[in-house]
């Protein structure tokens, strides 16, 4: 098990590097900002970027943005979207708004996709079955987007429950802040309660028809008796990994319903820096980004050996 999770640290890494390595080059293949609009901070941007070798060959930029970036902690500054500011600095101040909505969202979404699967599996061939099949499906197939604009035009505009776009400011714990990002945390759940739910079932109703079920019922255990101590735990032994997945995704936040919510987080900084071509915050979103998703794939595979001891991960 340790050297398997050796072995895929390493794949890890070493996917972040090409994908890292892949993305500066095609940057730097791309037309640099014009720099007319600063005035007396031009000859800063142009010493600026003079350090960095812009006029150097590409493997030289490389080298010198791996010592900067990777060894020193040092990414650059904005220099069209937060002109003069460092971007870790403004990456860092918004992270709050997307963890909050995530966290909220999840919080939300894991218990009941969990109780839908199981209360699904346990009404198997039955109308309720039938309709929350069918709500999953539909939760599924409609991008997260789709959910966003429709709560957002019934909720705020028809109902008038909610307001249209996240509060300003960073009291992120008051009622006021959290009514403004309902919609948006009900638009971020959806999706995952589908996706659990539609998990949940298909493991408990497997689970359900085991010879070890009979083998419990016959010796004397009710249903009830049987589905809580050995279908529910046998079954949630696949469903676990996915939910530390979903918590460490809570970092990367949406792209899109960010947008949709006026939500200040790291999504929303991600689209604008690319539409303002802010190459050094699309950088270091960019590797951000990478190493939430391999992560996350990294703690499910690890964690099916930690939750069920009879899984030996790696071995022949």
Same mark, same amino acid.
């Given at each position: 098990?340790?050297? $398997?999770?050796?072995?895929?640290?390493?794949?890890?890494?070493?996917? !972040?590097?090409?994908?890292? &390595?892949?993305?500066?080059?095609?940057?730097?293949? !791309?037309?640099?900002?014009?720099?007319?609009?600063?005035?007396?901070?031009?000859?800063?941007?142009?010493?600026?970027?003079?350090?960095?070798? /812009?006029?150097?060959?590409?493997?030289?930029? /490389?080298?010198? +943005?791996?010592?900067?970036?990777?060894?020193?902690?040092?990414?650059?500054?904005?220099?069209?979207? /937060?002109?003069?500011?460092?971007?870790? #600095?403004?990456?860092?101040?918004?992270?709050?708004?997307?963890?909050?909505?995530?966290?909220?969202?999840? %919080?939300?979404?894991?218990?009941?996709?969990? !109780?839908?699967?199981?209360?699904?599996?346990?009404?198997?061939?039955?109308?309720?079955?039938?309709?929350?099949?069918?709500?999953?499906?539909?939760?599924?197939?409609?991008?997260? $987007?789709?959910? @966003?604009?429709?709560?957002? $035009? %019934?909720?705020?505009?028809?109902?008038?429950?909610?307001?249209?776009?996240?509060?300003?400011? &960073?009291?992120?714990?008051? +009622?006021?802040? +959290?009514?403004?990002?309902?919609?948006?945390?009900?638009?971020?759940? +959806?999706?995952?309660?589908? @996706?659990?739910?539609?998990?949940?079932?298909?493991?408990?109703?497997?689970?359900? &028809?085991?010879?070890?079920? %009979?083998?419990?019922?016959?010796?004397?255990? #009710?249903?009830?008796?049987?589905?809580?101590?050995?279908?529910?735990?046998?079954?949630?032994?696949?469903?676990?990994?996915?939910?530390?997945?979903?918590?460490? @995704?809570?970092?990367?936040?949406?792209?899109?319903?960010?947008?949709?919510?006026?939500?200040?987080?790291?999504?929303?900084?991600?689209?604008?820096?690319?539409?303002?071509?802010? /190459?050094?915050?699309?950088?270091?979103?960019?590797?951000? $980004?990478?190493?939430?998703?391999?992560?996350?794939?990294?703690?499910?595979?690890?964690?099916?050996?930690?939750?069920?001891?009879?899984?030996?991960?790696?071995?022949?």
């Amino acid at each position: 098990m340790f050297k $398997y999770i050796l072995k895929r640290i390493a794949l890890m890494f070493f996917v !972040l590097f090409s994908i890292m &390595t892949i993305c500066f080059v095609l940057i730097k293949l !791309l037309p640099l900002p014009t720099i007319e609009g600063y005035g007396q901070d031009m000859n800063l941007v142009l010493m600026r970027r003079e350090a960095l070798g /812009y006029n150097k060959p590409i493997l030289v930029q /490389y080298g010198i +943005f791996l010592k900067k970036s990777i060894l020193q902690g040092n990414w650059g500054i904005s220099e069209t979207l /937060y002109r003069g500011q460092e971007v870790w #600095t403004v990456f860092i101040s918004k992270m709050p708004a997307t963890m909050l909505v995530n966290m909220y969202s999840l %919080l939300f979404s894991v218990p009941i996709g969990i !109780l839908l699967g199981i209360y699904a599996a346990l009404k198997k061939n039955k109308w309720q079955e039938y309709l929350i099949s069918t709500l999953i499906m539909m939760f599924i197939s409609v991008p997260g $987007y789709v959910y @966003g604009l429709f709560l957002q $035009y %019934l909720l705020a505009f028809k109902l008038k429950w909610f307001p249209f776009q996240m509060d300003s400011g &960073t009291d992120y714990f008051s +009622f006021s802040m +959290f009514r403004s990002i309902v919609p948006a945390i009900l638009a971020l759940g +959806f999706p995952t309660v589908a @996706g659990l739910a539609r998990n949940v079932r298909a493991e408990l109703s497997e689970v359900l &028809t085991s010879d070890f079920m %009979l083998l419990a019922r016959t010796k004397g255990l #009710t249903r009830s008796q049987a589905t809580v101590r050995h279908a529910l735990r046998n079954s949630m032994v696949p469903i676990f990994p996915m939910i530390f997945g979903e918590f460490i @995704g809570i970092l990367s936040g949406s792209l899109v319903i960010e947008k949709i919510f006026g939500i200040p987080g790291i999504g929303q900084l991600f689209l604008n820096s690319i539409t303002a071509l802010d /190459y050094n915050l699309f950088m270091l979103l960019t590797i951000f $980004y990478t190493f939430i998703g391999l992560a996350a794939g990294l703690v499910v595979d690890v964690s099916y050996g930690l939750i069920d001891p009879r899984i030996r991960m790696g071995e022949r």
